[in-house]
Structure formats: structure tokens, C-alpha cells
């Protein structure tokens, strides 16, 4: 049988409503309803301070609503002694929160809210992959056998080429798969890479460096970088040499089997993408139909968001700085984003700007952390063209 209770609204109605539930309320709301000196009394009986604000006196009543061995790994986090009544853990926590508080002019992390570290490294999590064809969320190791099947098909000769765009930096974690047609050029990987990952604004220099095939799998340690065959560039007509070609160019008479491009989107900091040649294929009939009306053929698989831990809180990450010193200095050009993640990789991630000025950061830019190597670079915001 539901309960109910009378109202009286601001203007003077009489309303009949149901009485809260609390059996199945949120742990969290359960003490929302209840008026001052009931949440006292409460405190009361749990030995525990009655002073305050109903705020404080809420989060009072929450924090003692945990298991002493709950309390007790709170106290470990902080670096405090595990010792004493269940009320000495509760005031203990409490106080070192206020402590907190005080310092960072009022803003507060609820010691409630707080998500365990994640164990493992974020950085060597495989990534779901989107299909941009059907939408599901694809394992990254089944990521080309679900193209084959809702991208492609057998059935008639190859009209499309196949294409893997990868970040060169960030862990090679953003990934995207292109399908550009069999008479298009270079630039059509420019628009696709631009519209979908780079466009921070409008007027950076782009630029594609083809190297021949599998030079980069032949490469030995001692080999320097190995030299582009040719090298496309928006900027052609300021430049001109005999290796250098208008990003108009033709693919057909660069793309074979190993082939490896690297393509460079300008700006105050350059941001570096692997694009491999993957193969041949033919779009489906539909697919077919929707490329004759469309110059440029929509992601055909993309990756889904890296999730980074806030350093602070644990919770997923939506902002970060880069420590620009990293790109600065001469001798860490090459691995500023090292694969191992470690902290020295010159990226700290947050949830939230309150949980950066807990860690001491008051004086950084954070960045919003996106899903596109472009980061934090330029005026970038995450927005996709296409
Ligand atoms: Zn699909
Ligand atoms: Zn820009
Ligand atoms: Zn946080």
C-alpha cells in the first residue's frame, strides 16, 4: 500500500502525494528528507558531532553509514592512523576533509564520491572501435573482420581503398579507418583526417610524406628515419622540387601494398598521423549508392574515448595539461607521450579543475581532453565535421 501525505504548495493548494519511499531510495538521498533535529538525534546516537550546517550534518551521517573497513581504507589513502572506535575513524576523516575545504577555498571532492584507482595502466587498455556503418562498439581485435563484414563485400571489383590512420603520439590510442574512392587523391585523406580529428581553426599547413613500401618494417635500430619518396603539401607552389607534389595528387599512382604515409597538420605545435594502406575493397550496394551523392565518405570505424583516471579522484578524465617544457627541450622530441604512461610523459588528466588544484596545479591551463590527437592544441574543440 503506497502512503500519502499532505502538501501545502506556495499558494495555499493542498497536494496528496506519495510519501518518500526510503527502502528504495539512493543511499546517498536517504537523509534528504529528514529535518534538522532528526538528523541530530541520528548523530547522536552514533557518538558523533551534532554542530553544523544540514550539509555537513548530511555528510556526517553518510561517512558513518560506511563499514569500519571502508573507513579504513579512506584513512590508508590519506596517510592516517586505521586505529580507534568507529567514530574516531569517522571524526578523523572528517577533519582532515575540513582541513581540505579550508585550503582550497571551499571547493570539495566528497570523500563519498571518490572511485578507486584503477589497477593497470590506462595507456595499454585496448580501445572499443565505433563502427561508423552500423554503430555497435567493436573489440580493437576485431576491428577488420567487422569492417569486411558491414563495410564490405565480395561481390564485384574494388571501388574503394582502405585506409588506417593512427596517432603517431598519445600511445597510437586514436584510431580511424578511411575509405577514400579508387579515383580519388591525396586530399581526400586530408578533408577525412582534417574533419574528423584536426579542424582547430581554419589555415594550418598540411602535409603527407609517402614512403615507399615497408621501409619502416625493414627499419634497423641504427637506421636514421628513412626518407619520404615524395612529400604532398597544402603549401605547394611555395615550395616546389622534384619530390614535392600538390596534395591533389592521384592516389592510384602511390598506393601498393606497405605503403606508409605520414601526414603532419600544422600550427604552433604539429600534430603527426600514420596513415597505412590497407588494401582494396568494394562498398556494399547501400554504401555504394551513398558515395555516388557524397564527395567523402564518412569514417568507416573509429576509436572509442581513451578513458584516463583523474589523478585526484580516480573518476574519468575530461581535462588535462601538457608540461610544454616536454616539447621544448631538445632531447625529448621523440617520446613525449611514451608508451609506458608513466608520469613524465608531461600530460596530467582531471576530472574536474577542482581536483587539479588539489594536486597543486592552481596555475595551469587545462585543456578539454578530447577523442582526437588534437588535444590541446590550438583552439581545438572536439568538433567533427563529419
Ligand atoms: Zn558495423
Ligand atoms: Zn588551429
Ligand atoms: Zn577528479
Known sequence: MIKVQKYTTATGQIMEMPTPEFRNMKASDKYKYKNLPRLKEMLRKRHLPIG???NELVDRLK??????SELKI???????SVNGSKPDLVKRLLKVRGKRTKNCDQI???????AVKPAGNPWKVPLLMKCGGCGQSVPNSDKLSHLDDCWFTNDGP????????RSVNWAEKFELYLAVPLNGSFEDIDLLLQFTWMQCCFGHARS?????????????DTDDDPDPVMTLTSTYGLMVDDDIGPMDTALRQYLQNGVRMMYEYGGDYTTSIFVDYIGERRLKRPLQEEKAHAKTIRPVMRNEMLVMP?????????????????????ESDEDSFNEDGDDDC???????????IFQGHRRRVLKPFLNSPRSGFCNYKGKTYL
Open 52 to 54: 553544523g550546517n544540514k
Open 108 to 114: 570539495e571532492v566528497p570523500v563519498t564520491t571518490m
Open 74 to 80: 579512506k584513512l590508508k589513502k590519506e596517510g592516517l
Open 346 to 356: 608531461g600530460m596530467k588528466f582531471f576530472c574536474s579543475k577542482a581536483c587539479s
Open 310 to 330: 583523474c589523478e585526484h579522484c580516480y573518476k574519468k578524465s575530461t581535462m588535462f595539461f601538457m608540461d610544454d617544457s616536454h616539447y621544448d627541450s631538445d
Open 158 to 165: 574494388s571501388d574503394v581503398y582502405l585506409l588506417h590512420a
Open 208 to 220: 603527407l610524406d609517402i614512403y615507399a613500401a615497408n621501409v619502416f618494417t625493414n627499419l634497423k
Open 63 to 68: 561517512l558513518s553509514d560506511l563499514n569500519v
